[in-house]
């Protein structure tokens, strides 16, 4: 549900006469999805009768795509799905469902214009789900038309092509310094399409709520979301390719002010790009830089939740949906696990390279999914970064807590071993020089690819140390 993913989930249920008995595995699926849970589902139903199935199935797709996105559940219990259908003419297959977008009104777009037109610093910040190629297309002119610096929400980094000169970097976890300076600088913001949620927010700080010192124009497709933390001086309730489509029609003047401005927001982003240098016989941004070298434009990089991801964010540079495909599948919600099944579902479903980067941890939650590649034939490549420990947790601890550890430290399996009992191929690397060539076979071969990195537990973000947190912490005793 955060993640705003279309998703119709169909789960059995035990039959009616059972129901409320507290039956053999009997869940109560309406209170679990549903409302009181915040956010595990748009909405919840039951089949009772099976001559309704084609009017549940067509309201849960239409639900999960339509305004913000989202799952739906529908539980079926085991007695409505041996019931005999009489042969109905409203029982026929209904056409494909497809989503309304909602327009935008012409009236509003004036009005973005204007606050353009006073603006000296705007910064747009795209992302959220819904944006299709030609929508980022539509993106990207409408950004070359006003000079617009534009940076992606929290892993929606694949929103906008990370190499026009007017890309900014992501807003997100571990954000650049200097893209945090300027999201507090500007003096309008356009949001266009992300949640503004903890994590594109700074935790609510970089953006205080319930309203910015700057200007806001929020647009999101889904109504309630809009002033819902945010107070925004213009918001707009439309689908991402109305809205951009209608912000193209507005004339933009010959110059803007903030030309030097956007210009600088980008030299920014191409700075955060040179890596600190960090202990160890393995170095990331190198390796990051041998996956942006190597891997074909519409490669698809996964990852679950960790520390590790961050590597990726920073480093690696997406070419955007406006050049025809989506390219990054990462958990807005910070789910642990995620990546692996993720670059297994994109490797079936899009036949391109999918590369998963996964920490020691986060591949524990997941990595019996191997044997779901292996038996349907997906090649993934999976990147695992082990460093002995949950590390992020750690990090944390560390932070909090100097020296107190509880919890963190993991006693892993041979992870090559342990693929190549799955079916994939597993090697082991412990310098960055023995990476490329890993990488380069890996990307010749028909089979999944694990390749097992051995990380050094101080490298613990893309700037500093774990020993680096903990003095730190100790220093403000």
């Known amino acids: ?12 249920d035990v039959a009616s006469e059972t129901r409320d008995r507290e039956a053999f595995q009997e869940v109560d699926f309406c ?14 139903e039951r089949i009772d009768d099976a001559r309704r199935i084609p009017e549940y199935v067509a309201r849960a797709f239409a639900t999960a795509m339509n305004g913000r996105p989202g799952p739906v559940v529908l539980v079926l219990p085991e007695d409505m799905l041996a019931q005999a259908v009489p042969d109905e003419p409203s029982l026929q297959a209904l056409a494909r469902v497809e989503p309304v977008q909602a327009g935008c009104d012409p009236r509003q777009a004036e009005a973005l214009g204007d606050l353009l037109r006073a603006s000296q610093r705007p910064l747009v910040i795209a992302g ?5 190629p030609e929508g980022a297309q539509a993106l990207v002119r409408f950004a070359e038309q006003w000079q617009l610096p534009v940076a992606n929400a929290f892993r929606f980094q694949d929103t906008f092509d990370n190499h026009h000169a007017l890309y900014a970097g992501e807003v997100g976890i571990g954000i650049n310094p200097k893209l945090a300076a300027r999201v507090r600088e500007s003096d309008l913001i356009i949001a266009f399409g992300p949640r503004l949620g903890e994590m594109t927010t700074g935790g609510y700080t970089l953006m205080p709520v319930p309203r910015l010192p700057q200007k806001l124009v929020h647009i999101h497709a889904g109504a309630d979301e809009l002033n819902r933390v945010y107070q925004a001086d213009l918001a707009i309730n439309a689908g991402m390719q109305a809205a951009v489509a209608a912000f193209e029609r507005l004339q933009a003047p010959a110059s ?8 600088a927001c980008h030299a920014d982003y191409e700075a955060n790009l040179q890596p600190q240098a960090l202990p160890g016989d393995i170095d990331m941004a190198a390796i990051v830089g041998l996956l942006q070298k190597h891997l074909p434009a519409d490669a698809v990089l996964t990852n679950g939740a960790g520390n590790f991801a961050s590597w990726t964010h920073r480093f690696f540079r997406h070419h ?12 807005t919600v910070g789910a642990m696990g995620y990546g692996v099944p993720a670059g297994i579902a994109a490797a079936i479903t899009t036949g391109r390279i999918a590369l998963t980067m996964a920490g020691d941890g986060d591949f524990m939650m997941n990595g019996q999914e191997l044997a779901t590649a292996v038996q349907y034939g997906a090649r993934s490549i999976i990147v695992l970064l082990n460093n002995g420990m949950f590390g992020t947790i ?12 509880a919890g963190t430290a993991l006693r892993n399996p041979d992870f090559a ?32 690819t694990l390749i097992e990195i051995a990380l050094d537990p101080e490298v613990i973000t893309t700037r ?9 912490a100790l220093n403000k005793r």
């Open 1 to 12: 549900f955060q993640d705003s993913t279309p998703m119709v989930l169909f789960v059995g």
């Open 31 to 44: 209170s679990f999805f549903g409302p009181s849970t915040k956010g595990m589902a748009k909405r919840v």
């Open 128 to 132: 959220g789900s819904g944006w299709t």
């Open 256 to 263: 803007v002010p903030w030309a030097a401005w956007a210009q």
């Open 320 to 331: 955007g949906l406006a050049k025809g495909h989506k390219t990054q599948l990462a958990p």
């Open 394 to 405: 750690r990090m944390h601890q560390e932070r909090e807590y100097p020296n107190r550890r």
């Open 417 to 448: 071993a342990l693929a190549q009992a799955y079916g994939y191929v597993g090697v082991k690397i412990g310098k960055t020089a023995e990476f490329e060539s890993q990488l380069l076979a890996a990307l010749e071969r028909t089979q999944g």
């Open 464 to 472: 500093g140390t774990l020993s680096a947190i903990t003095q730190s």
